[in-house]
């Protein structure tokens, strides 16, 4: 059993996602697998790796869309404000 999951792992780790909403669905099972300790060692490994890809992965997605973002609004873009400073 060990073997499928590794196997499974490894086929995973050589695709992209479709899209970041996948990837973090993808990251988000990877972790609950990983909480659960229940994956063997070289599983737990190979999960980790997969899910660093996936990090790195919707790490540069964010960076596109905030080029995007940037590009749309004139590179002014502000801080997000607490709540607090608006209000009277």
């Known amino acids: 059993m060990v073997k499928q ?45 997969r899910g660093s890809e996936l990090v790195k992965y919707c790490a540069g997605q964010l960076d596109k869309v905030e080029s995007q973002v940037k590009i749309l609004e004139g590179d002014m873009l502000k801080p997000f404000a607490d709540g607090d400073e608006g209000a009277p």
């Open 5 to 49: 999951i590794n196997g499974a792992n490894d086929a995973a780790s050589n695709t992209a996602p479709a899209s970041f909403e996948e990837a973090m669905a993808e990251l988000a099972q990877l972790v609950t697998q990983m909480e659960s300790g229940q994956l063997p060692l070289e599983a737990s490994v190979a999960a980790y790796a």
